[in-house]
């Protein structure tokens, strides 16, 4: 007779077992790099404060997923592992690729996508940028500087990223004046002539001496223009969780 209970009894103990395992979904990793040396860190979903007063109307803005951002701007080395085809070498292969059009950076993606097979890369939107160049609120506070023709960008923000200073960088969003109403993951909009350019330098010239002069871009700081091949412009990617 006990024999008929001990049965259903260890049944149902391996029943709970199967289903306690699948209500705790392992985290995902912090960071992880892809095949082509590309670093990634985990940015979890939050509302932020977005703009600024230059920069505004500022305005709260919700992500509501998590998302993998690159740790820096698409280098050359990365480039050639993914396009097989680049014409430079030696000392610049880790900087960032430098020149580059929106359509690039498409192109590039969907090689990506392609050759990790994995459809959740993307270029980051304007407020996805924004929010990991902030670092929750520890944006760094650096000086002008001498201007030279090759600039190396800012050391890596509290969460470890590079936004700071370095190439300007597209982003996917079309260009659009900020509205004062809290925003939930905002793309910007369906067209438009204008494309997004977040980060890089601002240049000037010093009053005192006429010396020319840099300081990098902060984190707020945006750009509209033509989706082109323009100067010292890059990107980075994300990739969906």
Not at 40 to 57: E, K
Not at 147 to 171: C, D, H, I, K, S
Not at 181 to 190: I, N, R, S
């Amino acid at each position: 007779m006990r024999i008929r209970f001990v049965l259903p009894m260890l049944a149902l103990a391996a029943m709970v077992a199967v289903l306690g395992g699948q209500e705790s979904p392992q985290a995902p990793p912090r960071e992880f790099t892809n095949s082509a040396g590309m670093k990634f860190i985990l940015i979890d979903s939050a509302t932020f404060h977005m703009g600024s007063d230059v920069y505004g109307p500022a305005h709260d803005v919700t992500l509501s997923k998590g998302f993998y951002l690159q740790e820096t701007a698409v280098t050359y080395r990365q480039w050639k592992a993914v396009m097989s085809v680049l014409m430079i070498g030696g000392k610049f292969l880790d900087q960032p690729f430098l020149d580059l059009a929106p359509k690039d950076a498409e192109a590039f993606i969907k090689r990506l996508c392609t050759k990790e097979k994995d459809t959740r890369y993307r270029l980051p939107t304007e407020a996805e940028w924004e929010y990991g160049c902030r670092a929750n609120g520890q944006e760094p506070d650096v000086d002008w500087v001498p201007m030279a023709t090759r600039q190396e960008p800012q050391p890596a923000n509290a969460w470890g990223l590079v936004m700071y200073g370095g190439v300007g960088e597209w982003v996917q969003d079309r260009y659009a004046p900020y509205s004062a109403e809290p925003q939930v993951d905002p793309h910007g909009p369906p067209s438009g002539h204008q494309q997004v350019r977040r980060g890089g330098w601002m240049n000037t010239i010093r009053s005192s001496d006429r010396a020319k002069i840099k300081k990098p871009a902060g984190c707020t700081f945006r750009q509209s223009l033509a989706p082109l091949a323009i100067n010292n412009s890059g990107f980075r990617c994300v990739r969906g969780l």
